[in-house]
């Protein structure tokens, strides 16, 4: 089975820290992301990557930078968090080629890092 | 950019009722997923439609494609107290993308 595993299930930081999210996956995806869940937003796309080194803007992506140095690791970073930025944070990965036969391209979900700026 | 709407935003039924939940997108989709996230979980793959007009069944859960693509539902038949959660449609934009609807949230009264 795939495991996404995300580094931390709560967080509590203060206005203006800096903040890591880490996110590990297990099973070789090329493709993984960050989402936030907001009551009534659904899952907004932060930031995604398919391969090393490579990074994508999603539709929020200010007040966020990513990191991903090794293909089974992607990091998310707030550089000076904000109250604005209290949420659920997801991770997912999938397979890059999703179109051929033999996958789907679905996502697999981590559980969720739920941070709180104070 | 593309926008994936998803309404209603909440349901509530009684147990056995039916349900239904309607995802429309700005665009034309290349595909359309639908997940299911239980309270206090994480979303969890249900399906993924890809040709115009497509159904596809699970069980009590019936999911269409629309003919242009631009559309998707998906029916639960006699809901039962497990179905509860929330769920999601979500579509790609481009290859790697994953755009995803505000989801419904489904409760039930037993």
């Known amino acids: 089975d795939v495991k996404v595993t995300q580094s931390s299930r709560y967080l509590v930081k203060r206005t203006g820290e800096k903040v890591f999210l880490e996110c590990v996956q297990d099973?070789?995806?090329?493709?993984m992301f960050w989402y936030r869940q907001d009551p009534g937003l659904g899952l907004r796309l932060i930031y995604f990557s398919y391969d090393v080194k490579m990074k994508e803007k999603g539709d929020i992506p200010e007040g966020y930078s990513v990191s991903r140095e090794k293909k089974e690791r992607f990091s998310l970073i707030l550089e000076s968090a904000s109250t604005n930025q209290t949420s659920m944070y997801l991770c997912a990965s999938s397979l890059r080629y999703w179109r051929l036969e033999s996958n789907t391209g679905e996502l697999f979900f981590g559980e969720g890092s739920r941070l709180t700026v104070l | 950019g593309q926008q994936v709407m998803q309404i209603p935003q909440y349901q509530h039924v009684q147990e056995g009722e039916d349900f239904t939940t309607y995802c429309n997108s700005s665009t034309t989709l290349s595909n359309i997923q639908w997940y299911k996230q239980r309270p206090g979980g994480h979303p969890v793959f249900l399906i993924q439609?890809?040709?115009?007009?497509e159904v596809k069944k699970q069980k009590r859960l019936t999911f269409q494609f629309g003919e242009a693509k631009k559309n998707s539902s998906l029916h639960i038949t006699a809901t039962q107290t497990t179905d509860v959660g929330t769920y999601f449609c979500?579509?790609?934009?481009?290859?790697?993308?994953?755009?995803f609807g505000q989801g419904t949230r489904l409760t039930i009264n037993p």
């Open positions: 979500a579509g790609h934009q481009g290859a790697q993308k994953l755009v």
């Open positions: 099973m070789d995806h090329e493709n």
């Open positions: 439609l890809v040709k115009s007009g």
